[in-house]
């Protein structure tokens, strides 16, 4: 929802300029990039940290969403509050994070913006990473302190949410930043559940070749093959069930075998 309003007010503004009647000005001229204009509103006295939408954006979490650097560094520069929350919580870290965009990602944590915040879900901005889609952002806040295994809402990392939305390349982001492949989040449910589930088949086949334990099972005794077969994967559902024989192979005879 925090996207699509951006999204909309900016096709809004592009298409007819409606910005006098819907948006003020100041939201105008960080939504266009416009530097000069914010630093002439601030000046005059326009307050940097005032909401300027319902959903509480300030001229920053505006700026950082669509990438405009010059002007997160003139609010920045004349006081606005790095981390203002807006209505769900989220600084201007988690636009920058959302829209994927590393250079006002890296301005803003430049300016003390904290990379381990959490929003009114428990999401942090790595999560936000995710969503859109940046790798480039995601080993960003990782060097600069975000934990890459970081638990959001009902105990989802990024990692799991990357899985569920099958994006192998944000996978592999953040498994070679230290994330842990079989963390279990509230339901018991790990990363290669949540891809097993969904039927990406790509992202069960990358994350059983880092080493996810496919034996595991959930709060509920289901394992991934499991949840691949109620769901209908039948491809997935046979890579599974291999994958969990290769396991108890190399694992041994359990106790009282001979």
């Not at 505006?62 to 790095?82: E, I, Q």
């Not at 301005?107 to 879900?121: E, K, T, V």
């Amino acid at each position: 929802m925090r996207a699509l309003a951006l999204a909309v007010a900016a096709v809004q503004i592009a298409v007819c300029g409606c910005h006098h009647d819907k948006y003020p000005p100041a939201f105008y001229a960080a939504a266009t990039g416009d530097a000069a204009e914010v630093t002439r509103l601030v000046d005059r006295g326009v307050d940097p940290a005032a909401s300027l939408d319902p959903a509480g954006s300030t001229m920053l979490h505006v700026a950082a969403y669509y990438g405009y650097v010059d002007v997160v560094k003139v609010l920045l520069s004349r006081g606005a509050p790095v981390d203002a929350l807006d209505a769900y919580g989220w600084s201007p870290l988690f636009d920058a994070a959302l829209g994927g965009q590393p250079e006002a990602a890296a301005a803003l944590l430049a300016g003390g913006a904290a990379p381990d915040l959490r929003d009114s879900s428990g999401a942090t901005p790595l999560h936000a990473a995710v969503l859109g889609t940046s790798a480039e952002v995601v080993r960003l806040l990782v060097s600069r302190g975000a934990p890459a295994g970081v638990r959001g809402p009902k105990g989802g990392t990024p990692l799991h949410w990357a899985a569920a939305r099958g994006d192998t390349q944000m996978v592999a982001t953040l498994v070679e930043a230290g994330a842990a492949l079989d963390a279990a989040q509230d339901d018991g449910s790990t990363p290669l559940h949540r891809a097993a589930r969904l039927g990406h088949e790509d992202a069960v086949r990358q994350l059983l070749g880092y080493g996810a334990d496919p034996s595991l099972r959930d709060a509920t005794s289901h394992t991934p093959s499991d949840l691949a077969m109620a769901a209908g994967h039948e491809a997935l559902t046979a890579i599974l069930a291999q994958a969990e024989k290769e396991a108890e192979g190399r694992a041994g005879p359990t106790s009282g075998q001979s």
